[in-house]
T-cell receptor, first 112, second 115 residues
């Protein structure tokens, strides 16, 4: 198994631009999680899905952030418009029911 | 509701010394508990997990943790530290089979190993 796949691995963009982060979970997993990690705030859960349905998006910082999971093998996290304070490492993780989560390698986002 | 507290944001040990990383949790239901490790510029990797079976759990790279319900603790230990153990370690709790798999993470502990 290839594990959780995230793309791109690095993204540098300018303030105001739209950013789309992508995630392919492990095949067969039915839960998907998006996290953000910064030095100041640590690891934060943004949103998670069960069976492609968003369950809890209370961690999404504001309306500029949105996430979708159109099918069991793909999810996106979009930031529009992006701001410098969105610079962070974004992780996607997947799991099967209540078992352990498997993390992807992350996307390092820099907003100039 | 669940929460996790990791005591000590930075721990420094000498190579060959005992590693002890502390984690206390609170949970209103029987918890599942996890330790993850994050090496620089990488994602989180599962070290070990407790899911209501044996209270002493062995993980990868020689680490183990003991679930102590009376102390609401799940401390991570390793008898002899290696330089390669230098990383950030996260303790996490979930509501076990009663929830949807959401993990609550601690703030992390950075382990430094001195030669």
């Amino acid at each position: 198994d290839a594990g959780v796949i995230q793309s791109p691995r690095h993204e540098v963009t300018e303030m105001g631009q739209e950013v789309t982060l992508r995630c392919k979970p492990i095949s067969g997993h039915n839960s998907l999680f998006w996290y953000r990690q910064t030095m100041m705030r640590g690891l934060e859960l943004l949103i998670y899905f069960n069976n492609n349905v968003p369950i809890d998006d209370s961690g999404m910082p504001e309306d500029r952030f949105s996430a979708k999971m159109p099918n069991a093998s793909f999810s996106t996290l979009k930031i529009q418009p992006s701001e410098p304070r969105d610079s962070a490492v974004y992780f996607c993780a997947s799991s099967l029911l209540w078992s352990e989560q498997f993390f992807g390698p992350g996307t390092r986002l820099t907003v100039l | 509701a669940q929460s996790v507290t990791q005591l000590g944001s930075h721990v420094s040990v000498s190579e060959g010394a005992l590693v002890l990383l502390r984690c206390n949790y609170s949970s209103s239901v029987p918890p599942y508990l996890f330790w993850y490790v994050q090496y620089p510029n990488q994602g989180l990797q599962l070290l070990l997990k407790y899911t209501s079976a044996a209270t002493l759990v062995k993980g990868i790279n020689g680490f183990e943790a003991e679930f102590k319900k009376s102390e609401t603790s799940f401390h991570l230990t390793k008898p002899s530290a290696h330089m390669s153990d230098a990383a950030e370690y996260f303790c996490a709790v979930s509501g076990g089979s009663s929830n949807t798999g959401k993990l609550i993470f601690g703030q992390g502990t950075t382990l430094q190993v001195k030669p």
